[in-house]
């Protein structure tokens, strides 16, 4: 394949437009579907906030606060799926969908153990859970309903979502898109719906943004074992739960166990944000998960790209173009600085707009609104480049150690020490300790370059399977 990549410019990122339009045209078809998943999802937090938020502060700081159990659940999800999407999108890329099919076998008997867990704890000792992330009574006793409530999502989850995953990464971008953003959509409809008792039903508050998920998450899982059933290229086989080939189970294990301590390195690492900033007070906590919201729903995008060059980057990987995979990369780490840089140009411009939509929020609240938003301006061009490089540069090609060991390094030994000591220490303002935990997706770019230079990332896993 030409790769249009000449000798000695392997350094540079240099521009070819008639390339550079053919392989947008590619990008496009996939990071697109996946950017709008990625949207509506976000929006689905932004809805219960804004809605909740309508309310009073404490059901919004409630919300944010036991959604982090959602949060840490993802973070098995994350590992599993992207154990399972280096796998899958090197093997699809070589043409072979059995061991695809093999592969999700694998990631479905993980996925529904772990999830079954978080649903009995949530269910069972979910005062306990809300005890982990604030002292204050009032927001445990909001969040106690929820929890319990939202709980029955979590199993469906554990299936629907490496049901979907495979899908991204076997030329099924545009249908699996779909019936995540059909979930999605239908969840803020029911949002609007059980949270003001609309047409006549009772208003639940913040049961109902918690039974809305509950019902959006069980269409997700129909649709997904509709399509199941009707596909007949890559599917659930209860045989291939059970069992699986012990390399092929090794070869996993050996993907997805460094992306799992990656992900409870850097999610416990943000999960902690939230117990440092929801022990500043109801104001921090209120304004940093507006804040958050909002720059996940300007990230979308940036989120696609990065899932986006994961799928691409395996599948010509798998295929045996290795010149061509690595001219690919260099062309999504220009595209991921681009899109992050206007992101955050956006966040700032939104600034006006989230200040008036959220009039229930206190004078000191608001004010720390507007800064969390400047800060989070830089956060997300940071956090744009992360995504191609280490969820879909590096693990695409099976490099899943590297973001393991750079996220313990960064979140546990500089970020969450230096916070810890600036918040309960020095008790410093909320603002500067906001400032210090947003400086985790900036510190380690220098040590991620680096590392892609060497290219030791850039290999067909599948030979050696």
Known sequence: MNTGVKKGEEGDFAVNHSEWKSFMKMLMTIVVPIAMQSLLTSLVSASDALMLGLMDQSSLSAISLAGQIAFVLSLFFMAISIGAAVMAAQYWGSGDSVTVEKVL???????????????????????????LFTSDT?????????????????????????????MRNTG????????????????????????????????????????????????????????????????IRLQHILHAPASLQKDYFHYMLPVLANSIAWGFGVTMFSVIMGHLGSDAVAANSIATIISNIIVCFCNGLGEGSAVILGNTMGAGALEQAKEYSRKLILLSIVFGAISGIIILLLIPVTLKLNTSLTPTARTYLLWMMVISSYYVIGR???????????????DTRFGFICDLINMWCFIIPVS?????????????????????????????????????????????S
């Open 172 to 235: 099924r971008v545009k249908k699996g898109s779909l019936y995540a953003s059909t979930a999605v959509v239908l969840n803020i409809l029911l949002n609007f719906i059980l949270i003001f008792g609309l047409f006549g039903l009772p208003r639940l508050e913040i049961k109902g943004a918690a039974l809305a998920t509950v019902i959006s998450r069980a269409v997700e899982l129909l649709l997904c074992l509709r399509a199941n059933a009707e596909h007949d290229v890559v599917k």
């Open 105 to 131: 076998g694998i990631s479905l008997r993980l996925s529904i153990p772990v999830s079954s867990l978080f649903m009995l704890c949530a269910l069972i000792i979910p005062d306990k859970l809300m005890l």
């Open 420 to 464: 810890l000591i600036a918040a309960f220490v020095l008790h410093l303002p909320a603002l500067a300790v906001f400032f210090l935990l947003h400086l985790d997706e900036i510190v380690k770019i220098p040590f991620e370059m680096k590392h892609y230079r060497k290219y030791t990332w850039l290999k067909n896993i599948t030979q050696s």
């Open 384 to 398: 744009s480049l992360n995504g191609v490089l280490v969820t879909g540069t590096f693990c695409a090609g099976g």
């Open 138 to 166: 009032n927001l445990i006793a909001l969040g106690i309903p929820y929890l319990r409530i939202v709980s029955f999502s979590y199993l469906m989850m554990g299936i629907s979502q490496m049901y979907l995953n495979i």
